[in-house]
């Protein structure tokens, strides 16, 4: 029998009975109605012409106003492409024009008309709010299925999995870090329950250079989890639970340890040239990803759902074992392996549940996000558990829209895996397994290279 550990496999993905997600926007009244009408709505036009929605919203609003003088903004708070949305945007302009309407500033305009374009997991949703003088403000909207080719698009770019071994012992290890590399990591950190040892490469075999000793006055918790994030002015953080440390600014390289609640960092580094993103739905021109922090618990072997800063209007969010992340072009959808058994996907608006394949297997409790050159440009890896043996694989899958799209083919690794962390420059991760057959532990750097 399988003894328990922090990332056991997560056996149930059911969609949750909720609201479907709806990408953050600037017309919050529009999401929530949304929210609570979307199982009134459908409609069944083919996405690849945007004809029959365009027609359908323009007669609804007009219907409300009137022909006449309107004031008109459209916000695209979906997935669909800048090119896409001003397709888009053009067609409800001359399908509105159509109908009598003549486009006016506010300031002279009889109506006022704000058109969100969103989504859920299986439809595009345009919603408009009407705003007239002299009556209540009215909500109307249209819907239609998303188109196949956006799928295919994304399943024509196979992407390859690389695994690399670092290191390997008999004891847990909880994190590695690598602190140099040329064209192999030549020096690297690694973190077990009562030090950080220091090796380095020489030759063709790593050899120890210095241990650093780790202090704690509690007893560890059963499933001891622990990470290393490198630091600026010096080596290392050390993160712990219950426990901070961190190496010395300056004379022999030594570990301080303290007691601390102090959130972990989980996210946050520099990304490519020209790339914005924020954890909230506004962009602010930054070109990092703010560091992104949870608070652990220090007895159990998750984190408390106490996250910093906000995701838009949620300051906590499940308890959960691992995150990854997604930036989308005016927010970044979280996903989060809760302890409730689910994969729950936050966007800042809605919490909605993810909806997985059919296959033998399932996502477990360890997911991570890199930054690459390949696809679509990030990717998650998803750890899957099968029941039928003492392995696991793993994968890289992209979001395109709110669905998995596995863009690799699956990994199998050597046993169990004990944890999954993305690396400080977020372009790799690495995985701790418990080998299947010798017991060993093996830390593994996970890479995704591009197809030839």
Not at 150 to 173: D, F
Not at 347 to 357: C, E, F, M, P
Request: aromatic share 8%.
């Amino acid at each position: 029998m399988r003894s328990p550990v922090y990332n056991s496999a997560i056996l149930q993905t059911k969609l949750a009975n909720r609201a479907f997600p709806v990408a953050p926007c600037a017309h919050a009244v529009l999401c929530v109605l949304f929210l609570l009408l979307f199982p009134l709505l459908a409609l069944s036009s083919p996405t690849e012409n945007w004809s029959d929605p365009e027609q359908q919203l323009a007669q609804k609003i007009v219907a409300i106003t009137g022909p006449g003088a309107l004031a008109l903004t459209i916000d695209n708070c979906s997935s669909l492409s800048k090119k896409e949305s001003d397709i888009i945007r053009d067609g409800l302009r001359s399908a509105l024009e159509a109908l009598g309407i003549r486009f006016v500033a506010a300031d002279r305009a009889a109506a006022t008309v704000g058109i969100t374009l969103s989504e859920n997991q299986t439809s595009y949703v345009w919603v408009a709010e009407i705003h007239q003088a002299a009556s209540e403000s009215a909500i109307v909207m249209v819907s239609t299925s998303r188109p196949k080719a956006v799928l295919a698009a994304r399943e024509s770019v196979p992407l390859t999995l690389r695994k690399t071994p670092l290191w390997q012992q008999p004891e847990p290890i909880l994190d590695v870090a690598v602190l140099e590399e040329t064209t192999i990591p030549t020096h690297i950190a690694v973190l077990t329950a009562e030090q950080v040892t220091l090796y380095r490469w020489h030759g063709e075999k790593w050899e120890p250079e210095q241990p650093l000793a780790v202090t704690h006055a509690r007893p560890w918790p059963r499933d001891l989890r622990g990470r290393l994030v490198l630091a600026k002015d010096y080596l290392l953080d050390v993160y712990l639970p219950g426990v901070l440390c961190h190496t010395n600014l300056t004379g022999p390289l030594t570990l301080n340890c303290r007691e601390s609640d102090d959130p972990w960092p989980l996210a946050g580094w520099p990304l490519s040239p020209g790339t914005s993103v924020d954890v909230t739905p506004s962009l602010n021109g930054a070109t990092s990803m703010p560091q992104f922090n949870a608070f652990f618990a220090p007895t159990r072997n998750f984190f408390t759902g106490v996250v910093s800063p906000r995701i838009g209007k949620f300051g906590t969010v499940p308890k959960f074992y691992s995150l990854a992340f997604i930036p989308r072009d005016k927010y970044v959808l979280w996903l989060f392996a809760a302890a409730d058994g689910q994969i729950h996907m936050i966007d800042g608006v809605s919490d909605t549940t993810l909806k997985q394949g059919s296959d033998k297997t399932v996502w477990g409790s360890d997911l991570a996000s890199v930054h690459t050159s390949c696809g679509a440009g990030w990717q998650v890896l998803a750890v899957s558990t099968r029941d039928d043996d003492n392995k696991d694989s793993i994968r890289a899958y992209e979001f395109p829209d709110r669905d998995p799209v596995a863009v690799s083919a699956a990994v199998k690794l050597p046993g169990r895996v004990t944890a999954l962390w993305t690396e400080a420059k977020g372009d790799r991760a690495i995985a701790v397994v418990r080998h299947g057959e010798t017991g060993e532990y093996e830390a593994l750097r996970l890479s995704v290279a591009c197809s030839q």
